[in-house]
């Protein structure tokens, strides 16, 4: 892939909010939890567990617990992704600040938000309150939420959809140290 392609792919993905009511199939999700998995994590112990969601009744239970997502339509898919702590244990070397676990978590959305993507499906991070989620999947001990991604084929006319995609430029945000 050129450097182009990948930019061009980052250009494209956007928070998509409302959504085809097609589902999205197990094929796919399983594809994009696969790119998910090839996500960079610390002492690459793969600390990230997808719980993936298509059950009305729950999806629209677990809707509930979004701090601020409840207004998503039609996603016919969401993924609550867990980190699993009781890991940090098992590191070969201590694992010296454990949000590291939670941040190879987040680089595996991201895979899957840009492999989303790639295969022509909208996706949104959504915040989730935690605790309650934990509740509702019956999630073990160990396991604490990360967040969730909403999942779906864009509806007609929603797919440049979001409420903020401009950015500052990264000349603004960085320094070169000489
Ligand atoms: C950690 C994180 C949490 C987010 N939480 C939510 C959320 O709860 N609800 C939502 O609609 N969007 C959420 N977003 C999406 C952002 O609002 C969105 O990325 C931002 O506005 C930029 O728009 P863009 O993704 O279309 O470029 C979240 C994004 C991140 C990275």
Not at 19 to 29: L, N
Not at 92 to 103: F, G, M, Q, R, S
Not at 124 to 135: A, Q
Request: hydrophobic residues 40%; negative net charge.
């Amino acid at each position: 892939m050129t450097f182009d392609a990948f930019k061009k792919l980052c250009e494209e993905r956007r928070s998509i909010r409302y959504f085809d009511e097609k589902p999205v199939s197990k094929e796919d999700v399983m594809r994009l939890l696969d790119v998910a998995c090839l996500a960079p994590s610390v002492e690459n112990l793969q600390p990230w567990r997808f719980h993936v969601i298509q059950d009305k009744k729950l999806l629209h239970h677990l809707m509930e617990q979004c701090c601020y997502g409840n207004f998503i339509e039609g996603a016919g898919t969401f993924i609550v992704v867990t980190v699993d702590y009781s890991l940090e244990n098992s590191a070969a070397d201590t694992v010296w600040n454990e949000k590291e676990l939670d941040y190879s978590c987040m680089a595996a959305m991201m895979n899957l938000i840009h492999g989303a993507t790639a295969m022509g499906l909208g996706s949104c991070w959504v915040s989730l309150y935690r605790g309650d989620v934990h509740e509702i999947l019956k999630l073990p001990h160990g396991e604490q939420v990360v967040g969730g991604i909403m999942l779906g084929h864009y509806r007609k006319g929603e797919e440049k959809a979001s409420n903020g995609h401009s950015r500052k430029p990264a000349s603004d945000v960085s320094t070169f140290h000489e």
